[in-house]
Every structure is written in structure tokens, then in C-alpha cells.
């Protein structure tokens, strides 16, 4: 088992920043990848950002691309999601998840555990 918990969340104005964590533990040597999703109300969860542990390969959804950035620290087992220049359309909960090595990084079945949410308002 591994636990997730995000942190970070707020409202914030746009064009303004936040930064979120994920802290995992337990049998985090399990996972290969870290990600984090988003969902809106009223919208399906959506891919946000991808790590791997060994390496730190990255992936973006485009919409995020130049303005977010996902980083981690292996000897915390922490993740991160820097966030700036922050739009109102990026107002949702946010996820942070752990999965295996599979190949759609930016799909929510390709991760088996998940934290409780961190929510991100982003004011017009």
C-alpha cells in the first residue's frame, strides 16, 4: 500500500501562483511513476503532469506546458506541482497519484493509489 497526501491548495488570483506536495509512504519502492491529475466539477479527471522516481522523465498536458512545473525529491518521497500564471479555467481538485510503469502515463487507470485532493481556485 502506499499512501498519498496533497497539500498546497488555496485560491488564488489570476496570473498568481501556488505551489502543491504530495507526500507518500509506505511501499513507495512499489511505484515508478508519480503524477498529478486535476478534476472540475462537473468534468472527468484529467491528466495535469507525470514524473518518474529514477530518472525524473516528464510529461505535460499542453495546456499546462511552460507554466507548470513537476519536480520530486526521492529522499522525501515527495512530489511537487509548481504552478504559476494561473488561469481561472485551472480551478479544480487536484490529485496526486502513484502507478506503475505503464505506457499511458496520462491515463487515471495506469495509477493504483491516489490522495485525498487539494483544491485550487483560481479567481477572475
Known amino acids: 500500500q502506499v499512501q498519498l497526501v496533497e497539500s498546497g491548495g488555496g485560491l488564488v488570483q489570476t496570473g498568481g501562483s501556488l505551489r502543491l506536495s504530495c507526500a507518500a509512504s509506505?511501499?513507495?519502492?512499489?511505484?515508478?511513476?508519480m503524477g498529478w491529475f486535476r478534476q472540475a466539477p462537473g468534468k472527468e479527471r484529467e491528466f495535469v503532469a507525470t514524473?518518474?522516481?529514477?530518472?525524473?522523465?516528464?510529461y505535460y498536458r499542453d495546456s499546462v506546458k511552460g507554466r507548470f512545473t513537476i519536480s520530486r525529491d526521492n529522499a522525501k518521497r515527495a512530489v511537487y506541482l509548481q504552478m504559476n500564471t494561473l488561469r481561472p479555467e485551472d480551478t479544480a481538485v487536484y490529485y496526486c497519484?502513484?502507478?506503475?510503469?505503464?505506457?499511458?502515463?496520462?491515463?487515471?487507470?495506469?495509477?493504483?493509489?491516489w490522495g485525498q485532493g487539494t483544491q485550487v481556485t483560481v479567481s477572475s
Open positions: 497519484a502513484a502507478g506503475g510503469p505503464g505506457v499511458a502515463a496520462d491515463l487515471p487507470k495506469s495509477y493504483n493509489y
Open positions: 514524473i518518474t522516481w529514477s530518472g525524473g522523465t516528464t
Open positions: 509506505g511501499r513507495t519502492s512499489s511505484s515508478y511513476r
